[in-house]
């Protein structure tokens, strides 16, 4: 469950939102709830809901879950990136080859650096330090990589 106002979710107000609550989502599917009210915009004189408002309760669910993803989306990340070495210059970088993402930060040798980035797309990222001592392979080579999902 989560507390973020449907009013901002939807594109309906008032009235008009049928759903009280998200339950729960992921990434297929959403639960919603509605308690049945007698003095709701659609009830029946003996308190029930007409079936044909079913539609909208799963169309309001629909857009419930575009909204919680869209504002899932956007998100600032913030990491602290701190050097225990003495000697050895690092860097930390992630690019989306789709170029949604792209950071790269130099990050010397017993520096804590804090980095701040937005992503806007959902996917998996590779994250690296190029740096290298030539003739040496990069840090990269010798393992130093990680992955970034954003959902
Ligand atoms: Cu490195």
């Known amino acids: 469950m989560n507390d973020w106002p449907l009013a901002e979710l939807l594109p309906h107000a008032g009235d008009m939102i049928l759903i009280d609550r998200i339950l729960s989502f992921d990434e297929e599917q959403i639960h919603t709830r509605l308690t049945v009210k ?37 998100k600032p990340v913030e990491l602290t990136l701190k050097s225990v070495t003495t000697f050895t210059p690092h860097n930390f970088i992630i690019k989306d080859p789709g170029g949604s ?51």
Not at 46 to 59: F, H, K, Q, T, Y
């Open 38 to 74: 007698s003095d709701g915009l659609f009830s029946l004189p003996d308190g029930s809901l007409p079936a044909w408002v079913g539609i909208e309760l799963m169309a309001q669910s629909v857009a419930a879950f575009a909204g919680c993803h869209a504002r899932l989306k956007g």
């Open 101 to 151: 993402l792209s950071v790269e930060q130099d990050v010397s040798a017993g520096k804590i650096v804090v980095l701040k980035f937005t992503p806007m797309q959902p996917g998996i990222f590779p994250i690296y330090c190029d740096k290298r001592l030539w003739p040496l392979p990069s840090h990269r080579d010798k393992g130093m990589e990680g992955k970034l999902e954003v959902r």
